[in-house]
């Protein structure tokens, strides 16, 4: 290979600028499209077998012209989406996300900054976005926090501090091997599973975790919380952690935080709230009350890709004693050597207070959100879809061929249809047809959970685009193929 320059450096950048500038202008143009006219499209349909067939080919080994690419784009990925960005999507607990906020992804990966470490702007937009979040939470202004990916990576993060920092048994440089009893964390039967697996991945195991059952409301036993925890104290075992839920995913049951509180101090326990559906339930005057205990909790994991309806994807964990988050992640390798001016000035390093090294702009889209709408304005959203989810429990409580499986709590409404003559497995049938039949025929999408043992359909709503005449809708709709089933004999 000859050294001589020969002025044929490549590069990955547009040959023709003009022409993809001109592309990108058309995609935004297709997304705002979409966007306006997505409450008059399916909310789902299924994909047929020639577009898995083309998203299963081997890597190509030239490349092809981006016009093309992204006409295969619109032919295969597009219309194949998820659908919660429709106003009918109450499936799991996923959010909608909003034009601004997806443009302001686009800015971020425009600039493309690793938002870890360095003196530049992202920097200082991100340590607005983590103390905004602990004023949206009322946590105090010297707590620390961290922006990850989503709720379990917040939960997991809490956790290593709650176990690195517990009492002197010095676990980040002895390992749990070395500590004096196995330690044991309490959560609830209706805890969500990435705190199991939280708990196996920071070594303490499955059988550590003790799940707690609940009233009829789903919310944790705190008498049995309490036993349970002298029963293992008096086992010579450590009990370490509790972590309470602010919205479970099956029903938005809410953790009675004070009593939890409480406990946690009687017995020296680190108090931990997964809140990474329901802690922003804080913001509806009705949740606000019940919520005020996350505000003394020791760290609280919350998403704002659900309920502050970013795009995907971005969590935040809050950690109140700002000096136990950094001791239990900071290493400073001589790669990674702070200065005090330069591009290695400025902030601390956000790696020092989590496990990821390289981290992408996420705290742009949530700053760009947060001043559009302002804090009033998410207020007034979130309370809307608790007011919707109360809406729909009314037109279920109207109609005798339907029941509520659980109280409704925050903005989560599990229901079913009934039949006085129908088995539970009948029953069991018939809900899951109907639920089948609503995706299917991109009316809706809620989901299903069994509660009690019985099948249930359970519409979870954090959409932003959803409104009163979509539960309406959704329950003519449920009685409609409800008595179509009925009537085909099946
Ligand atoms: C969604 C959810 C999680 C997991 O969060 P991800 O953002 O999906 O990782 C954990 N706990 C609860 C209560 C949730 O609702």
Redesign the pocket.
Known sequence: MSLENNNKDLTLDPENWDQMRELGHRMIDDLFEYWKGIREEKIWKPIPAEVKDFLDQPIPEKGQDPEEVYQEFKQFIFPYNKGNVHPRFFAW?QGTGTPLGVLADLLASGMNPNAAIGEHSAMYVDRQVVNWCKELMNFPKEASGILVS????A?ITALTVARNSFRDEKIRSKGLKAASAQLVLYCSVET?S?IQKAAEIIGLGTDAVRKIGVNERFEMRTNELEAQIQADLQAGLLPFCIVG?S???NTGAIDPMEELLEISRKYGMWFHV?G??GALAKLDSKYSGRLKAIEEADSLAF?L??WLYVPYEV?CTLIRDAKKHRESFAVTPNYLLQESRGLAGGLDSVNNYGFELSRGFKALKIWMSLKEHGREKYAQMIAQNNRQAEYLAHLVNQHPELELTAPVSMSITCFRMIHPDFSESQLRELNREILLRLQEEGIASPSSTILNGKFTLRVANVNQRTRMEDMDLLVREVLRIGGEIQNSGT
């Open positions: 607990i989503g709720g379990s990576m939960n969500h990435c839920t919205g479970t995913v997964d990474a559906y998403d890709h659900k969590g």
